[in-house]
T-cell receptor, first 113, second 111 residues
Framework: DGGITQSPKYLFRKEGQNVTLSCEQN?????MYWYRQDPGQGLRLIYY???????QKGDIAEGYSVSREKKESFPLTVTSAQKNPTAFYLC????????????FGPGTRLTVL | KNEVEQSPQNLTAQEGEFITINCSYS?????LHWLQQHPGGGIVSLFM???GKKKHGRLIATINIQEKHSSLHITASHPRDSAVYIC?????????????FGQGTRLTINP
């Protein structure tokens, strides 16, 4: 089945540790996105990648880093510089960055203790 | 002021009721999306529209570009419709397409 996978579903880390969230898609999509969701707020864009080996900062990139070495993979690292990392993280992809429809993964809930 | 405002924030109704969720936005857009987020967190795209009206099963989405307003309707609501419904607008800024999300409407349908 084609789709987007994120793992793990739940992730716990100690404060001060970096953590990497995985996102894989087999839809052959060029564009991939990372969003953060906090209670009572809309999704906010962290980083996006229009094509492999390229990525741009979104609205809330501080404290995060990404890589796009393969078309199907777009991992997100939450660094210790992120002041409030506990949140629900959603990965999405689209055929291209100008193509309207985005497909979302199931999300990873990160809790920093 | 948020670029995308949804109302109501929470909605509880009885099975069978007609449901309306509203979305207002403040910018000129190229498209508007309605998304559904289930309790597990995964998001599914319901509609993408730039004008008029779309229907899929019991779901109907309308948009009025002049008034910058969209509505999502659910007919004959069912407990399985319970979810968070999210409105998102797409517009062009600084040469790039941007997607801005509303805060969501939590819908609970009681049997």
């Amino acid at each position: 089945d084609g789709g987007i996978t994120q793992s793990p579903k739940y992730l716990f880390r100690k404060e001060g540790q970096n953590v990497t969230l995985s996102c894989e898609q087999n839809l052959n999509h060029d564009a991939m996105y990372w969003y953060r969701q906090d209670p009572g707020q809309g999704l906010r864009l962290i980083y996006y990648s229009q094509i492999v080996n390229d990525f741009q900062k979104g609205d809330i990139a501080e404290g995060y880093s990404v890589s796009r070495e393969k078309k199907e993979s777009f991992p997100l690292t939450v660094t210790s510089a992120q002041k409030n990392p506990t949140a629900f993280y959603l990965c999405a992809s689209s055929r291209s960055s100008s193509y309207n429809e985005q497909f979302f993964g199931p999300g990873t809930r990160l809790t920093v203790l | 002021k948020n670029e995308v405002e949804q109302s109501p924030q929470n909605l509880t109704a009885q099975e069978g009721e007609f449901i309306t969720i509203n979305c207002s936005y403040s910018v000129g857009i190229s498209a508007l999306h309605w998304l559904q987020q289930h309790p597990g967190g995964g998001i599914v795209s319901l509609f993408m529209l730039s004008s008029g009206k779309k229907k899929h099963g019991r779901l109907i989405a309308t948009i009025n570009i002049q008034e910058k307003h969209s509505s999502l309707h659910i007919t004959a609501s069912h407990p399985r419709d319970s979810a968070v419904y999210i409105c998102a607008v797409r517009y062009l800024t600084q040469g790039a397409q941007k997607l801005v999300f509303g805060q969501g409407t939590r819908l609970t349908i009681n049997p």
